[in-house]
């Protein structure tokens, strides 16, 4: 949370909801924009961290910060912490989207130096490999934040032979991945798999519904947002 506060929270809007004058509720606002090629960009918001504090739940505080966070952007989205929530926004009006499957990597060799890397440059060479695919382009702030968030949980980005590999964690013997670009990206992913001493890495990979193993990584209300799409990561 100390790296949200130092690199997004100057950079969004921060909503609360007050009862009789005293903060119940906020809910964060980040700003990115969903990028097709040949199309304008659109903008979009994502919402971080709603939260009612424990005395004022249950008197629509938090349902009163979704309409207003709907109020601010055509299209809002967020990740859903745990099944009980996603359930929530959906009886909201929140609906599925940005779906993904796990992919296992093959198992490799160890070959390769990994480098790892910091906001900027993993935000410069993400938007360089993506430059003709549909994605969730975030801004520097953001994957600053993404960098310090995703290192506090055992994981980071790196770069090797051009290809930049966003960690999300390792567990219980299993490398999990939100992210690989570039040609030699699978292989490369394997074999950092090694670096963390995991026996399997696992590709967050974007994917229709009807994918076997498909599931939403994202509810959104307002205008649509494409599918597949590159979301890249969840915010811990």
């Given amino acids: ?10 950079y969004c809007d921060t909503l609360l909801s ?16 969903i990028i097709q090629k040949g ?16 005395d004022y739940r249950g008197r629509g505080h938090a349902k009163a910060l979704l309409a207003a966070a709907q109020e601010k952007c055509s299209r809002v989205f967020l ?3 745990d099944d009980s929530l996603f359930q929530m926004y959906g009886r ?3 609906r599925p989207m940005m779906h993904a499957c796990y992919t296992e990597m093959p198992p490799a060799i160890p070959q390769t130096v990994f480098q790892e890397i910091n906001g900027d440059e993993y935000y410069r060479l993400r938007e360089l490999a993506l430059k003709n695919a549909p994605h969730i382009r975030w801004n520097k702030h953001t994957c600053r934040f993404l960098h310090d968030m995703l290192t506090a949980y055992g994981g980071g980005l790196y770069l090797a032979h051009e290809a930049v590999i966003a960690v999300e964690e390792e567990r219980d013997g299993i490398l999990y991945l939100g992210e690989a670009f570039g040609r030699e990206a699978p292989r490369l992913a394997a074999e950092l798999s090694l670096r963390y001493a995991c026996n399997t890495s696992y590709l967050l990979t974007p994917c229709t519904a ?21 979301i890249s990561f969840v915010f811990l």
């Fill in 210 to 230: 009807d994918t076997p193993g498909a599931f939403p990584m994202a509810q959104g209300v307002g205008a649509p947002i494409p599918d597949i799409l590159q």
């Fill in 92 to 94: 909201l009006g929140w």
């Fill in 39 to 54: 199309q304008e960009n659109l903008p979009a918001l994502y919402l971080y961290s709603l939260t009612t504090l424990p």
């Fill in 18 to 33: 007050l009862d009789n004058g005293a903060v119940a509720a906020m809910a964060a606002l980040i700003p990115c924009e």
């Fill in 1 to 10: 949370m100390c790296a949200f506060f130092e690199h997004v929270f100057p």
């Fill in 79 to 81: 990740h859903a912490a």
